[in-house]
């Protein structure tokens, strides 16, 4: 079967603006999407020369803020461009999405809670670093959030070896989108992606 490594950032507005299109483009060509969050403001940043939003230069956050309200208007997706909850610590978001993966639904229902840890911080002004915010998220996909929450061990593991992957990969910001060994950096290069799975029959 078709796979896409998805490697992302629980916070990361680019990646909710990408989210859903990735997994209609994701159906329309028979591919499996496979989740990988990564430590990105920790440890691909840092090895790729990224720098942390607040670090940047006041005209690249200024005009970070007209490119989100460009998408969010072609889109037609509910974005607030200022959320309250961010930036926070993502490990514990990034935890419970693979701990909903191997261990109760499998890889759909965890893509179905990555939608809703975005919206919680673009759309609904939540803290997905509150663990309680992330067992309500859960509990509202139907899956067990406090289940989650105590299996996230084995899950944190993983988080670090598909951080590991993306650093081999030379993945340098989210979302990345991986299939057949080609890179396409960003919800803007949706379209390349799809046009590589159109040319794989």
Same mark, same amino acid.
Not at 16 to 30: F, M, N, S
Not at 58 to 72: H, S
């Given at each position: 079967?078709?796979?896409?490594?998805?490697?992302? =950032?629980?916070? =990361?507005?680019? =990646?909710?603006? &990408?989210?859903? #299109?990735?997994?209609? *483009?994701?159906?329309?060509? %028979?591919?499996?999407?496979?989740?990988?969050?990564?430590?990105?403001?920790?440890?691909?940043?840092?090895?790729? &020369? &990224?720098?942390?939003?607040?670090? #940047?230069?006041?005209?690249?956050?200024?005009? #970070?803020?007209? /490119?989100?309200? #460009?998408?969010?208007?072609?889109? %037609?997706?509910?974005?607030?461009?200022?959320?309250?909850?961010?930036?926070?610590?993502?490990? /514990?978001?990034?935890?419970?999405?693979?701990?909903?993966? *191997?261990?109760?639904? %499998?890889?759909?229902d965890a893509l179905r809670l990555m939608h809703a840890v975005y919206r919680a911080v673009w759309v609904d002004d939540k803290d997905i670093a509150n663990p309680d915010t992330l067992v309500e998220l859960a509990n509202g996909c139907g899956l067990d959030g406090q289940a989650l929450l105590a299996a996230q061990e084995d899950a944190r593991k993983l988080v670090d070896r598909y951080t590991q992957a993306a650093m081999e990969r030379q993945v340098f910001g989210a979302p990345w989108y991986v299939y057949n060994d080609e890179s396409f950096w960003g919800q803007d290069r949706l379209d390349f992606l799809e046009r590589a799975l159109a040319s794989e029959k």
């Open positions: 079967m078709k796979t896409i490594e998805y490697y992302f =950032s629980p916070q =990361s507005p680019w =990646s909710y603006l &990408g989210h859903q #299109r990735l997994l209609d *483009i994701a159906a329309r060509h %028979g591919a499996q999407v496979d989740p990988r969050p990564v430590a990105l403001s920790k440890v691909i940043f840092p090895n790729s &020369g &990224g720098v942390p939003l607040k670090q #940047r230069a006041p005209q690249r956050q200024a005009y #970070r803020l007209v /490119e989100l309200k #460009r998408w969010k208007e072609h889109l %037609g997706l509910p974005l607030n461009v200022h959320p309250q909850y961010f930036p926070v610590a993502d490990d /514990e978001p990034a935890t419970l999405l693979i701990a909903a993966a *191997i261990n109760q639904a %499998g890889k759909d």
